[in-house]
């Protein structure tokens, strides 16, 4: 049975946030009151969550990034329950093909490439034994590569060992995580109200005091959480914070997206396949296969792209393709007055990276960690707003780096993209890369030295020479060690099962053929 829900609670300081109103469910509602609920205790804010079955969300079949896994163990998620009620897989990295050139591919894995020597990283002495001639390709130090390729997977297991340091993420129904995790928040207290907002009331301050659904219902909060999608409706609408548009370095304005059947394997990998002008997707779940196009309206017209995508499924399509506008960039601010954006809501970046939870997720973990008062300080938004900024922006950069270091002229739209001006703060990261190969992480930036240093490789970057701290090893030892990691690995991967027989073996796979259905 269902608890009771939440009611305001009796603390008695007048500085505490009493009401938490969140608009919009989706990926983005759910995930911020499951976790708000889950932290904050009965004895926190009484949430509400606004949503309207009559409005659509975006979630088309999602593939994430490891971090999930610390946003599921947050909320005390069983890892076996939730692959099986979201009929998911696991992920070890992506496949890009046609990128760099058509005809050619590579992998961006999860994990690490090898493990640094002391002081010297581990890129360091590959790009000297490279140029050397005493190195073997990159793939051959990666086990979430090898592994991918040959469609096995495991989760990590005990011991300083290639199994013992596996990185993985998932793909899952997104639609299906939505309800597991409403059903978790409407368990621990959250109350859902079914409608449409029919205006936003605004307090004398400016700051909003509540939403009139068009029932005549009104809802106050204290703290409102937008995640309205696209639309913005409390941040951007109602509280007029304006849009940094990232077209001109990220030109992809749409997207179609279609499921179809399941055929053959299942492979532990997303795929990213380009075209000329963008790419497609493949996420493979246990019930079926997400497919996607993400195209330039400039380059490509819908009907060519809807063409396009239906041609290239593994199965038949399961429904009809589905259309997406969208706009990359993001809000200039996530956090104005008493609302903070989630989502769509605060703003875009393409999928390419599979990042789109990961921002949702980041934005609930600052949240927490600056839960506001009835004051809602200045110096909190400014940093929450300044933290996230960079988030985006360090997102931003990495999904650039695939458009720009390329050697594709085939189309205008990869002539454009190859000569464009980038970022500064990517210019750097390219100009370090092709004088010594160095590779960095700023800060707690999302994308380590592993996924900078397989697509600046895979797309075909050339370092002039090599860091030379990795002269503080010999020759001969260098390349011994090297060839010791490739053998280790290669022999790891023998001790994996098959995909398919791990999530059967394991708990893991779908409990009924009903679910297939879903």
Known sequence: ????????????????????????????????????????????????????????TIGVGEATIPPIQAFNALLGIDEREFVRETNGTFKLGIEFVDWRRPGHRYFHPFGTYGHDFGAIPFEAIWQRMKQAGRAAPLDAYALATQAAAANRFTTPRPGNTPLGHIGYAYHFDAGLYARFLRRRAEAQGVLRHEGQVASVERRDDGLIAGLVLEDGTRI????????????????????????????????????????????????????????????????????????????????????????????????????????????????????????????????????LESTSIHLIQVGIARMLEMLPTTAFEAADRRRYNRLMAEEYEDIRDFIILHFHATDRDDTCYWRDLRTMTVPETLQDRLDIYRATGRIHREGEALFTKTSWLAVMDGQGLSPRGFDPIALGMAGEEAAARLAHIATVTRKSLELMPDHDAFLRQHGYAMATSAAAQR
């Open 1 to 56: 049975m269902m608890q009771q829900p939440r009611t305001a609670p009796q603390h008695g300081d007048p500085a505490a946030i009493g009401r938490i109103v969140i608009l919009g469910g989706g990926t983005a509602g759910w995930m911020a009151a499951a976790a708000l609920s889950r932290v904050l205790g009965r004895d926190g804010p009484a949430i509400t969550l606004v949503e309207s079955d009559t409005i659509g």
């Open 220 to 351: 106050a909060g204290d703290l409102f959480i937008d995640c309205s999608g696209f639309r913005a409706l409390l941040l951007g609408e109602t509280l007029g914070v304006g849009f940094e548009d990232w077209g001109h370095w990220l030109p992809n304005d749409r997207a179609i997206a279609v499921p179809s059947a399941r055929t053959g394997a299942l492979t532990p990998y997303t795929r990213s396949t380009a075209h000329g002008a963008g790419w497609q997707w493949r996420i493979p779940l246990q019930h079926r296969t997400g497919n996607g196009i993400v195209y330039a309206s400039t380059h490509l017209s819908d009907d060519e792209a809807t063409a396009r995508l239906l041609a290239g499924l593994d199965g038949p399509a399961l429904a009809e393709p589905r259309s997406i506008r969208f706009r990359t960039g993001r809000r200039t601010r996530m956090w104005e007055g008493n609302c903070i954006a989630l989502g769509l809501a605060g703003g875009f970046l393409e999928p």
